[in-house]
């Protein structure tokens, strides 16, 4: 089971954060997803639309810190992700500061023409 959790935000909306395995084989060993709609039931299914299907959020164990919160609300999409903590390539130490990557960078699709 995916560790996560959701931040309601004062306007109604939510913040949902994932921890999950990479769906990329060549990928990183685990990745946070960070995804911002109306509702949880609407943020997973945002996830699921995308061909993350086993998508599920129990509990609320690792909720968005609020830099995490603040990135996705900057985002244009909504939609973010970066190395889990903890999870370093080649089992390495993660990276001290890595950036918040757009989820088309995570699941190999093409950029949408301009």
Same mark, same amino acid.
């Given at each position: ?28 060993? !685990?990745?946070? =997803? &960070? ?12 996830? #699921?639309? /995308?061909?993350? *299907? ?31 903590? !903890?999870?370093? =390539? &080649? ?12 989820? #088309?960078? /995570?699941?190999? *699709? ?5």
């Amino acid at each position: 089971m995916a560790a996560g959790g959701f931040c309601k935000l004062p306007n109604g909306t939510v913040v949902v954060a994932l921890n999950l395995p990479s769906p990329a084989a060549d990928g990183p060993a !685990g990745v946070r =997803v &960070l995804v911002h709609a109306q509702n949880r039931a609407r943020a997973l299914t945002r996830l #699921r639309n /995308l061909g993350l *299907r086993a998508v599920y959020l129990r509990g609320n164990a690792a909720p968005p810190t609020p830099d995490e919160i603040t990135a996705v609300l900057h985002h244009p999409d909504g939609l973010i992700w970066r190395t889990a903590p !903890g999870s370093g =390539v &080649l089992g390495g130490p993660a990276p001290a500061v890595e950036l918040w990557h757009p989820i #088309r960078a /995570l699941l190999g *699709r093409p950029a949408a023409p301009a």
